[in-house]
Structures are given as C-alpha cells and as structure tokens.
C-alpha cells in the first residue's frame, strides 16, 4: 500500500497529526480495519541559496552570469523559479529543477541597458508554494568601457565575424590578465 499526502501551499509551519485508517472492507483476512497516526512537519525552510558573484560589472547590453547554487534539503525534487528584480532591462525567469538532499548549480543570465550602479534581487521561489522563496541582493555595476567588452567576450558576446576570432583570443586574454595580476 503507498500514501501520497500533499500539503496545501499555503500552510502555516508547523507538525500536523494525520489519522490514517486502512478499511478492511469485507473482513476477509479477518484483521479487522487498521488505525494509526502519523506526524508531518511542514516548514518553509526547504532550501538554500547561494548566488556569486555578489558584485559584478558589465558593458551595456551585454550579458554577465550569476552561479546560482540550490541546496534542496527537502524530501522532494521541486521546481524553483529564479528571477531578477529591480533592473532597467528586461530579464526573464528561468525554471529550474532542484532534485532533493542535493545541491545543484545553474547560471542565470541578467543584463542592463542604462549606465549605472543597481543593487537588486535575485529571488528564487518554488513553483509549488509561494511561501518558499528567498532573495539574494547583488550588485550590478553597468557601464560603457573597452574593458567592459573584453569582459563581455568571455560571457559569450560575439563582436564580429568568425574570422576576428585571433582577435578574440587576444582581447580575452587581455581581460584574463588583468583581473588575476592587476586587481
């Protein structure tokens, strides 16, 4: 026999008794119906979050990815929406499956199109309960600069045609140099 329980959304946290009763219907074994009582904890307290880096620069238009990292200490594999809140360009959400008792690590994409400091949210939320979600503030510096777009090559921005790639190769590692030597 298997028993599938779901608990509501919206439930407040908490341990919850249940009576389980298995009904023996016709008495044929002649064990009678079975009574017992079980115990559900639910808690919104289901994952962690971590997001690197927790400051980052960028060109204009140009893309930078966040690691986000999900511990799912739940008992279940959940689906987590990740979005970004409280920038000036439009960034989309991005579903992720979290599988349970692991730690997974996506890369979230988010981009501005005005020059500026932004400190903003990147929220992560279950699709199954609004109730579990947690937001990590970041700090995206957005500006227009040569290093900027050597920066951007590395992200997957490609400035021209196939055959400037030797130039590619240059600029990127022009970037690499002076962010393990020089910063």
Avoid at 121 to 135: C, G, Q, R, W, Y
């Amino acid at each position: 026999m298997k028993m599938k329980i779901t608990v509501a959304p919206n439930a407040p946290n908490g341990t919850y008794e249940v009576v389980l009763r298995a009904v023996n219907v016709g008495n044929y074994s002649r064990l009678g119906n079975l009574t017992f009582y079980a115990y559900i904890n639910v808690t919104t307290n289901v994952f962690e979050l971590n997001v690197t880096p927790k400051k980052v620069e960028t060109g204009i238009g140009q893309p930078v990815n966040l690691v986000v990292k999900i511990n799912n200490t739940g008992i279940s594999d959940d689906p987590f929406i990740i979005s970004a809140y409280g920038l000036p360009a439009w960034n989309i959400s991005d579903t992720v499956i979290a599988l349970h008792g692991k730690t997974s690590s996506f890369v979230y994409p988010v981009f501005v199109n005005e020059p500026g400091v932004y400190k903003f949210n990147l929220s992560v939320s279950s699709a199954t309960s609004p109730l579990i979600n947690k937001d990590y503030r970041i700090e995206l510096i957005g500006k227009a600069s040569l290093r900027s777009d050597y920066s951007s090559i590395s992200q997957g921005v490609i400035l021209s045609p196939i055959i400037y790639e030797p130039v590619y190769a240059t600029m990127l590692f022009l970037d690499y140099i002076y962010n393990t030597v020089v910063k």
